[in-house]
């Protein structure tokens, strides 16, 4: 049983040595099938695709109540059973119970997170207590964990593979972690604060998706200057179909980013800055320093009842750093020499800058002039760049790069129901034909699309029930104008074969437990397929072949070297954002108490002056718009991405060491040591089957020029 407050409690068909369920609980699924498609045959079709095409919203919480209704009597036949425990019962039991809301569960929060509407957002409400609620019950169920403990005291005497074994250490972890073992009224604060964090997760994304949408920038031709033409006409149609005049740009960073790397117009710079880095510390409603303060202040105390000093502590238990102290020391070990180069980048841009009366730079400067300075050096701009990379011929070069790799083939599915205009399906083949599963990619951004990007899965991989996998990409690039091709820049292109990277680990996934299926690893490894895969659309092999404009000419070979020889350039910038992201995410939940009147701003900004953060630098995500802590699973958990790159950086260097970046044995073991091994063995183990050894920072501070 897979289990998820952010998105879904697991839930289904229990089999193997439980009681029967009663019939009740089987009578109100098969009453509402009638009405609901939620509750029809797809949950056990072989593709197990949610009937998108005719679900309605308010399908969702019947389907869920109904499909919660059997799972509680489920888990309630585990606890009860009069049997001795055994593995069978308790723990492969547990597998098989909640199959069906796992389902529903899973399909609606892939669209809330993706296509959040009025209707969704209501239902939301309702559906998130719904899921803690249960998760509290089972997860904090003193009979159910006696059980599990039973089993996990004699663990050695155990007849059990190693798969078994490992998903019976996880088990007894994840009730452990959840509060199973304190007494009763430590078990009933823990429910309680559990609940409530889910309620202020839900308002903080709901507050920063409406803060979001207020903080759409209208501007004038004036305004425009420099921005180039496939730039101009998607912010045209933005607003044409806004019914407005002129050129409306979202407060989402795939808009932002470009928009200030052209715009020759400071003031028009210093707007769309504003209302991006705003976003959740304006002066209304969608203001999110008092969730910040009221999430930090639970996360505290429920650590404490778990008998950690601090939140970070208790978040870092179950992961490979193990530790704050270890997560912090990675950080400063590349926080430092980064901030040195990025105070020598500072200085080069005020040299240009002054030619524009410029003394002192700011934050909206700061991709301006990096972008001339850029051109200056290495005689190209971004805009050219652009028109080399069109979506679909990324599209074409994370397809051809997989199929070399791995020897899969790509067949699209445009029969498929989708939840959303604009999805893509494609079913995921061997070579020899044989379904992997099927991969589902919602590349363009919309008003009720949470910002950033990221991986869902729809089923995960189990062989236990021959369930093929089912992952959802995300993104949020830029929607062209209507007849016109969508153009991303290299960054863009490195976050499509990213979130492709987190797809992987759930498509090869090949485990006989779902709960520990894919990704379903720690924080600070689950970014390393990702960031594996990364590498291959900045090599220069890929890009040749596949960075083509809209005539099908390839990118000029100078104009590759310089992208090439500019990869390093402006690290300092960007690894001080990321990095200091990162401290400030783990410092805030090493706090054992929040002071009363905390303000997250002027805490956050006591904290970049100690750390000496350039005011034009600043951080990669402000607190008050910190969704992957306070919206999503990285509490105390930014620095994965940092921990992982260690780890991408070097296992990268295992194709370089082949003497070929497709080399077959290479991506052979990567597959079979990483990508498929899910949570069936610890992550330490896993890196180290594939290359051998564990890695440091070097690696990483090379991979970003930083060495």
Same mark, same amino acid.
Request: charged share 25%; hydrophobic share 45%; aromatic share 8%.
């Given at each position: ?94 597998? *098989?119970? $909640? ?55 004699? *663990? ?154 601090? /939140? ?103 029969d498929l129901p989708v939840y959303a205009e604009g999805v893509r399906a494609w079913e995921i083949r061997e070579a020899n034909g044989d379904m992997i599963g099927l991969f ?11 910002? $950033? ?8 991989q189990s062989a236990l029930f021959g369930d093929m996998p089912i992952v959802v990409n995300n993104t949020n690039f830029t929607k062209p104008a209507p007849g016109q091709p ?11 074969? /990213? ?125 008050? /718009? ?6 999503? $699973? ?47 063995r610890d992550s330490e183990e896993s890196y180290t089957a594939f290359r051998g050894r564990l890695p440091n920072a070097d690696a990483l501070l090379k991979n970003r020029g930083?060495?």
């Open positions: 049983m897979r289990i998820n407050l952010a998105t879904a409690a697991s839930l289904a068909v229990l089999a193997m040595n439980v009681p029967v369920v009663p019939a009740a609980a089987q009578n109100a699924v098969a009453e509402a099938e009638a009405a609901n498609p939620l509750l029809g045959d797809w949950i056990n079709d072989p593709l197990g695709v949610p009937p998108y095409d005719r679900i309605e919203t308010a399908h969702y919480e019947p389907a869920l109540r109904a499909a919660l209704a059997t799972a509680r009597a489920e888990i309630e036949a585990i606890a009860s059973n009069p049997a001795a425990p055994d593995f069978a019962n308790v723990i492969e039991a547990l597998e *098989r119970a $909640g199959r069906a809301s796992d389902k529903i569960s899973a399909a609606f929060f892939n669209v809330a997170g993706a296509d959040a509407r009025d209707d969704i957002q209501d239902a939301q409400d309702v559906l998130v207590p719904l899921v803690t609620s249960f998760s509290n019950e089972m997860m904090l169920n003193p009979a159910l964990f006696a059980r599990i403990d039973a089993l996990w005291q004699q *663990r050695d005497s155990l007849d059990l593979t190693s798969e078994q074994r490992r998903l019976l250490e996880v088990t007894h972890e994840r009730f452990t972690r959840a509060g199973a073992a304190l007494d009763e009224a430590s078990r009933a604060r823990v429910a309680a604060i559990n609940s409530e964090l889910a309620d202020l997760s839900t308002q903080f994304g709901r507050k920063l998706l409406a803060d979001q949408k207020a903080g759409d920038v209208l501007l004038s031709e004036a305004e425009m200057a420099g921005v180039p033409a496939d730039q101009r006409a998607a912010y045209a149609e933005a607003a044409k179909n806004a019914g407005k005049q002129g050129y409306l740009l979202a407060a989402t960073r795939s808009v932002f980013e470009p928009f200030l790397t052209t715009a020759a117009n400071r003031a028009a710079r210093e707007k769309v800055f504003k209302a991006f880095d705003s976003r959740g510390a304006n002066a209304n409603d969608n203001n999110t320093s008092a969730l910040i303060s009221r999430m930090i202040t639970l996360r505290a105390e429920k650590a404490r009842l778990m008998g950690a000093g601090h /939140h970070a502590e208790f978040a870092l238990g179950n992961t490979m750093a193990k530790t704050p102290e270890a997560a912090m020391a990675l950080l400063m070990e590349i926080y430092e020499p980064a901030l040195a180069r990025a105070r020598e980048e500072e200085a080069d841009l005020l040299k240009l800058a002054a030619a524009d009366g410029i003394t002192v730079l700011e934050p909206w400067d700061w991709r301006y002039y990096a972008e001339k300075l850029r051109q200056e050096r290495y005689n190209f701009d971004d805009g050219k760049v652009k028109s080399y990379f069109p979506l679909d011929s990324m599209v074409a070069a994370l397809k051809d790069t997989t199929e070399k790799l791995y020897g899969i083939r790509f067949v699209e599915r445009p589902f990619a919602d590349w363009f951004a919309r008003p009720t699309k949470r910002p $950033g990007a990221w991986m869902n899965s729809l089923r995960s969508a153009l991303i820049s290299l960054d863009d292109a490195v976050t499509l074969f /990213h979130e492709f990277g987190h797809g992987l680990h759930g498509l090869f996934s090949n485990v006989t437990y779902p709960s520990l299926s894919g990704t379903a690893v720690s924080r600070d490894f689950v970014e390393v397929p990702s960031q594996i895969h990364e590498h291959w659309v900045r090599h220069p092999e890929v890009l040749r072949e596949h960075a083509r404009n809209s005539a099908g000419e390839a990118i000029p070979e100078d104009l590759l070297t310089s992208l090439l020889e500019a990869r390093m350039f402006n690290q300092g910038y960007l690894t001080v954002q990321q990095i200091s992201s990162a401290i400030l995410d783990m410092r805030i939940h090493l706090m054992t108490e929040i002071p009363e009147g905390f303000d997250a701003v002027q805490w956050e900004a006591e904290q970049l002056a100690d750390l000496g953060v350039p005011r034009a630098v600043g951080m990669r995500h402000r607190l008050p /718009h910190f969704s992957h802590i306070f919206a999503g $699973g990285y509490s105390a958990g930014y620095y994965a991405y940092s921990w992982s790159e260690a780890m991408d950086a070097d296992g990268f260097e295992a194709f370089k060491e082949a003497g070929d970046i497709f080399d077959p044995a290479t991506a052979a073991r990567l597959r079979r040591e990483i990508l498929s091994t899910g949570n069936s930083l060495k």
